[in-house]
């Protein structure tokens, strides 16, 4: 018996099993991240809370991580010890060009706290909006240094004051 297969499914099939090949050789299938994000963004980032300058109280200690989904958007995850010594953790994976994606917490648990846009402005440079109920409720950047060993993270509400992380590239062995 001979299996017939439309274009549209060999697409798919190809373009679930190799999406880099797929975007390139398609123009209906979007970049990736990975094609985007520079390497220097990848990798675990701790931030130095004395160098940090905080609205309200500041975390006892906080780690931020950028990696990839399968789908090839970039993970963001961050975990914070806060001042009264509860962990919380929040993640989000978006494409690098500003589109809106969902934002998880411990506390809403698989249904979506906000919605994160990130667009990279350039290599070094990354402009974030955090909407709820259609409403953008932060705005931030984060900013790379040339050397690739410092992540300056602002954000706040929209022109109101804003808060500081510097974070530096964390190899764990502390």
Sequence with gaps: MKTHYSKFAILLISSSIF????????P???????EQAPEALLGVWKADISASQYINTPPRKNIRSFSYTQDGKVLV????????????????????DGTPAPEFTQVSR??????????????????????????VTLTGEMQL??????LTYRYGQPNGEQNRIVYHRWDMSE
């Design 145 to 150: 240094s040339e050397d690739g060993d410092t």
């Design 28 to 34: 209906m299938v979007p970049a990736n991240a990975q």
């Design 19 to 26: 999406p880099i090949a797929a975007a390139q050789s398609n």
């Design 77 to 96: 995850t961050s975990t914070t010890l806060n001042s009264a010594g509860r962990v919380s953790m929040l993640h989000w994976a978006v494409q690098l």
């Design 110 to 135: 698989s249904t979506p706290a906000s919605l994160v846009g990130l667009k990279m402005e350039d290599t070094q440079t990354f402009i974030m909006t955090v909407s709820k109920h259609g409403e």
